[in-house]
């Protein structure tokens, strides 16, 4: 008998493999797919292109410790910072966004005057205080009095009462972007990179979203040499020298449950693996789809309440001969960032509008990156893979369209995004891969296509996440428990749930062991 089995081999089910093992126990990870780390994996698209399967850029990991507590440069990761951390191009101009705050508000004067460069630097200073506050309280559960203490700890940072405070927080990006800059411009960029979690900024309580911007001028966004996969390759291998069992092509089939009680799972295989603990770090409708005795009243709820929405977008990898050019970067081509190619809000909004009526964008909102540059091993000599993530895409289409019929020609959509703000880049592209929010469904059992799970709204965010009574990683069931994205803190390369899950369960078997006693 195993003392914990864990469903899944994302990201965050490894980090949490990696604790529970560093901490004695057991463990054995299952795995459907030939690779692990879920949708942090790179696989061979073309010929000599190492291309990622899911996310590309790091940005919230680097800020956890875990990558350092777990030292998993010894397992062979290595980062690159994207430094400028962000490019976003208008034309004949273009604001850099450099890590180092004075260069990047120089970036913004020429473009955009004093008064708004100025403004940016106070805006960093402000929302980078409170945000390393906040940052915290995603490093744990999300407990009433965790939450507390850090929101309490950010309002005496600001000198700001509970009332307006909570006020900021409550409002919405575009207002926060409108409060403090003038040029659109800078608003676009802004707000572009803050709908990355989803939610456009133009709804209510996203304004920390852009907030979360200003972290990145103090840890920038990082690619692992070799691939985004890297980071759960070096998981895997932490892992292993702990002592832990990691089973690929071999999923689970059933998480068995006997009078309330979790007692291990079948693989796909057939085989049965006994455990009193079972951590699921697959999609929490799948978690559950998976347990063979769960009450009907409970599982109408999972199934009822939990809200995963409509899909997020879509990307497209390419092989591609050269890097796109813009024309607004003068001497400083920007490969190095996440390209932000959206002309203005108002298109934003029309794209978001298009999403919102289940149809695909006329025109889609792009951000492209371009790690061969500097990369040499993910792409052959002379060659370049680039990455296109595009958004919003709807998984149901409103007007009798199917994904596969029209993937392609959406595909082409985001190239000639990319085309529209560097000329010529369409006539580099050599071949493209296509991952529609059907495909990122089938191949990395992302339901509906959305990249964080469920959606990341308010209302499913923190203490609600993915509702209350799971928000804390334990379930109704005794001996089951969650993480990955469908749980706090949330969605993208992050590890953070993986910790609290492993801490989490830590802790139960440490008062279990104490009431035996």
């Keep these: 008998m195993r003392d ?36 942090v994996s790179t696989v061979e698209r073309f010929g000599g292109y190492q291309m990622d399967v899911g996310s590309s850029a790091h940005i919230m990991v680097r800020h956890t410790g875990i990558v350092e507590d777990l030292d998993l440069a010894a397992m062979g990761l290595v980062y690159q910072d994207l430094d400028p951390w962000g490019f976003a191009p208008f034309g004949d101009e273009a604001i850099t966004f450099w890590g180092n705050i004075d260069a990047a508000c120089a970036s913004i004067e020429k473009v955009c ?15 980078g205080d409170r945000n390393t506050r906040i940052f915290e309280a995603f490093q744990a559960p999300p407990t009433g009095a965790n939450l507390g ?44 990179m803050g709908a990355q979690s989803g939610p456009p900024t133009h709804e209510v309580a996203t304004a920390d ?24 390759v070096a998981l895997a291998r932490r892992f292993e020298a702990l002592g832990g ?22 693989t796909d295989s057939g085989e049965r693996i006994a455990a009193t603990t079972v951590l699921a770090g697959c999609h929490v409708l799948t978690a559950f789809e998976l347990v063979d005795d769960l009450p009907p009243a409970f599982a109408q709820r999972v199934a009822c309440t939990i809200r995963v929405g409509n899909g997020i977008g879509m990307v497209v990898r390419l092989a591609t001969n050269a890097l796109p050019r813009y024309p607004g970067a003068g001497g400083e081509q920007p ?11 108002n298109f934003l909004r029309r794209a978001h509008g298009e999403f919102s009526a289940g149809l695909p964008p006329s025109e889609p909102a792009a951000l492209a990156m371009t790690f061969s540059a500097f990369d040499d091993t993910i792409a052959p000599p002379g060659k370049h893979n680039v990455t296109v993530w595009g958004q919003w895409h709807p998984y149901e289409l409103s007007n009798g369209e199917t994904w596969d019929a029209i993937a392609e020609r959406e595909g082409t959509k ?29 191949e990395l059992g992302l339901r509906r296509g959305n990249v964080m799970h469920v959606e990341m709204s308010l209302d499913q965010m923190f203490a609600w996440r993915p509702l209350p009574e799971l928000a804390g990683y334990r379930t109704p069931l005794d001996g089951l428990y969650l993480t990955g994205a469908s749980t706090h803190p949330g969605g993208g ?14 802790g139960d078997r440490t008062k279990a062991r104490r009431w035996w006693r």
């Design 4 to 39: 914990v089995v864990i469903v899944g081999a994302g990201h965050n089910a490894l980090v949490a493999a990696c604790y529970l093992a560093r901490a004695g126990l057991d463990v054995e990870v299952v795995e459907r797919r030939a690779v692990a780390g879920g949708a």
């Design 113 to 127: 005057g004093a008064k708004d460069a100025e403004a940016y630097h106070r805006f960093v200073d402000d929302w």
């Design 149 to 192: 203490r850090h929101l309490w700890s950010v309002g005496r940072s600001t000198g700001l009462d509970g009332m307006e405070l909570s006020r900021q927080f409550l409002t919405s990006g575009d207002a926060l972007l409108d409060e403090h800059f003038d040029d659109e411009r800078l608003k676009t960029a802004l707000a572009w």
């Design 209 to 232: 979203l852009v907030g979360w911007n200003a972290l990145l001028h103090r840890c920038p966004p990082g690619h692992p040499v070799g691939g985004s996969g890297m980071l759960s």
């Design 245 to 266: 069992t990691l089973r690929l092509n071999d999923g689970c089939a059933r998480i068995y449950v006997r009078d309330g009680k979790t007692r291990g799972i079948a």
């Design 335 to 345: 490969w190095r960032a996440l390209q932000l190619l959206a002309p203005s809000r």
């Design 414 to 442: 985001l190239v000639e995004a990319v085309d529209a703000a560097a000329p010529g880049f369409a006539a580099s592209v050599e071949r493209m891969h296509v991952q529609t929010p059907l495909d990122l469904e089938r």
């Design 493 to 506: 390369v992050f590890g953070a749930s993986g910790r609290s899950a492993a801490n989490v369960i830590l």
